[in-house]
């Protein structure tokens, strides 16, 4: 279970992130919604401490991301909107690499790689330098590094940006299999297909605060309105914010 009480950051006189409390549970699939510079990419960041907060505190399973972040991290599997692979290393060797700093080790470590790369279809690619991969290669890749360690939390930061039809439905599925094993997946996203297809909850942010959350259905009903677009824009509109930078 991820859970956010109050997070706060700030760059410099702009709030990237004001009061965000948020929880994603476990067995569910939690969107982040918002317009660019909403503070999506900020809120993920603390709570896979990359970034610490200004306020507030986060908790992966009960664990202070601030006072242990090593105890956070390894509860959770985190797909950074950069890839952020070695170019040097095949993809086999990122994977594996990633694995020993969680502590896998022989013939665990070999028996993990070889499912991870049959599930998310690795196999053609999978002993090739990830130099010159394309998008959906590496995010394949950066997605088997997120799961090597088998977490019990996901987090990803819009996982199907710039992928083809076929590479995005393979996500979409694999996301709805971790979810239905029990693990609590947090995911942003721009595309409402996409949440429609997958989120079981949903935080809508704008200007680094939370302008609507709830079940898809509750927030139809809430909004008095049936396409969740429609629900999205009139957060949005209400909230008075719109693009920015942050």
């Known amino acids: 279970m991820i859970r956010a009480y109050g997070l706060t950051k700030r760059f410099g006189p702009v709030t990237a992130a004001s009061g965000i409390s948020l929880t994603a549970v476990n067995g569910r699939i939690t969107g982040l919604l918002g317009p660019n510079g909403a503070g999506k990419s900020t809120t993920l960041r603390m709570l896979y ?80 330098r990830t130099q010159g991969f394309s998008h959906g290669q590496r995010t394949r890749v950066a997605l088997a590094r997120a799961l090597v360690h088998r977490p019990a939390n996901l987090i990803l930061d819009e996982p199907t940006t710039g992928l083809d039809v076929m590479a995005v439905r393979a996500v979409r599925t694999l996301l709805r299999h971790l979810s239905d094993q029990g693990i609590c997946v947090l995911f942003s996203s721009h595309v409402m297909q996409e949440v429609e297809a997958l989120c079981d909850e949903l935080v809508i942010i704008a200007g680094g605060q939370i302008a609507a959350a709830g079940t898809p259905d509750a927030l139809r009903a809430a909004s008095g309105k049936n396409d ?19």
């Open 49 to 128: 401490t990359a970034l610490t907060p200004d306020a507030g505190e986060a908790r992966i399973d009960g664990i202070d991301v601030v006072k242990d972040p090593l105890g956070a991290r390894a509860r959770l599997g985190v797909l950074p909107h950069d890839a952020g692979l070695y170019p040097q290393l095949t993809a086999r060797e990122n994977v594996a690499y990633y694995g020993r700093l969680c502590g896998l080790a022989g013939r665990k470590l070999a028996h993990r790689l070889d499912e991870l790369t049959e599930l998310l279809g690795m196999a053609e690619f999978q002993h090739r």
């Open 228 to 246: 969740l677009e429609d629900v999205f824009v009139q957060a949005i509109e209400a909230s008075g914010s719109g693009d920015g930078d942050a």
